[in-house]
Structure formats: structure tokens, C-alpha cells
């Protein structure tokens, strides 16, 4: 049987707002359902409009178009560790190791599917925690890196 794709040009929003909408509906159908949705042969495609830059929403759209939804946050975050590994073994044998900044790359992407999920912007997220942490006092390790001191909760 040939498949058939209705594919709808949307904003990066709509396309967000037709995404989660799918995977709510997606979680109440059972096995048997999804393999007659899966015989009758239709897919649908929801792309986004955003040219220019890569936003959290567009990296979003094109990962559900092109893999599907997520099955659960702790799958999507073991993808991660996973390129994280992948990142690590590069940098362990090359510090400048040449596909160092793709792996970097292709972390952020795994992560952005996970921030859509939680509903969460990323960068708001790092704006926020980087005033958190500029406020911090830091115990230096000597690695350039450091422990931010616990403050005593205050009465």
C-alpha cells in the first residue's frame, strides 16, 4: 500500500501547538489502534515556515517530522548522554577534535526536543540560571571550574 503524507505548512508555533496535540492523542491509543492507523497508511507532516537561524521550536518541528515523537524524556535524555559519550571520546583523544563542535551541536538538538516537552524555553532556561549562578560565591577546584558555596537558608 502506498503512503499517502498530508503535509501543512505551519507557523513554528502552530506547528508546536499540532505536535503536542498529536503526541496527547498519540498516549490513549493502544497497540492495535496504531497498527491499523499505521496500515491505512497516511502520515501527517507538520513543517515549519522558519528560515534563518535554528530556534528550540523549528529544531522541535523538524525532529518530529523527520523521527516521530519522543517516547519519554529519560529516552531522549539517554540520546543525549549518549552524543555527550560521543563528545567525550573526541576530546579525550583530540582536544580540538574536528567533529567536537558537532557533537556540541547535535547535544543542544536532543535537549531542545526535551525543553519543547517540558514546555520550557532553553534559552530563557540558561538566562535564568546564569543569573543564579553570577549571584552565587564559587569555591574554585583549580581545573577552571568550580563548586558554588552553599549559603546558610536565612531566617
Known amino acids: 500500500m502506498k503512503r499517502q503524507t498530508i503535509t501543512l505548512k505551519l507557523s513554528d508555533e502552530e506547528a508546536l501547538k499540532l505536535i503536542k496535540?498529536?503526541?496527547?492523542?498519540?498516549?490513549?491509543?493502544?497497540?492495535?489502534?496504531?497498527?491499523?492507523?499505521?496500515?491505512?497508511?497516511?502520515?501527517?507532516?507538520?513543517?515549519?515556515?522558519?528560515?534563518?537561524?535554528?530556534?528550540?521550536?523549528?529544531?522541535?518541528?523538524?525532529?518530529?517530522?523527520?523521527?516521530?515523537?519522543?517516547?519519554?524524556?529519560?529516552?531522549?535524555?539517554?540520546?543525549?548522554n549518549r552524543e555527550m559519550a560521543e563528545l567525550l571520546e573526541h576530546v579525550t583523544s583530540d582536544e580540538n577534535h574536528p567533529e567536537a563542535a558537532e557533537e556540541i551541536a547535535d547535544i543542544v538538538i536532543v535537549l531542545s526536543r526535551?525543553?519543547?516537552?517540558?514546555?520550557?524555553?532553553?534559552?530563557?532556561?540558561?538566562?535564568r540560571k546564569?543569573?543564579?549562578?553570577?549571584?552565587?560565591?564559587?569555591?574554585?577546584?583549580?581545573?577552571g571550574h568550580g563548586y558554588h558555596v552553599k549559603q546558610a537558608l536565612e531566617k
Open 21 to 80: 496535540t498529536i503526541q496527547e492523542v498519540s498516549a490513549h491509543i493502544n497497540e492495535e489502534q496504531k497498527r491499523l492507523l499505521h496500515a491505512i497508511g497516511y502520515r501527517l507532516v507538520a513543517t515549519s515556515e522558519t528560515e534563518g537561524p535554528e530556534t528550540q521550536e523549528s529544531i522541535s518541528c523538524w525532529a518530529e517530522e523527520t523521527f516521530g515523537p519522543i517516547g519519554s524524556n529519560a529516552r531522549a535524555v539517554a540520546r543525549a
Open 114 to 127: 526535551v525543553m519543547t516537552r517540558l514546555g520550557a524555553d532553553l534559552q530563557a532556561e540558561i538566562d
Open 130 to 143: 546564569m543569573a543564579k549562578n553570577r549571584a552565587r560565591k564559587w569555591r574554585l577546584d583549580g581545573t
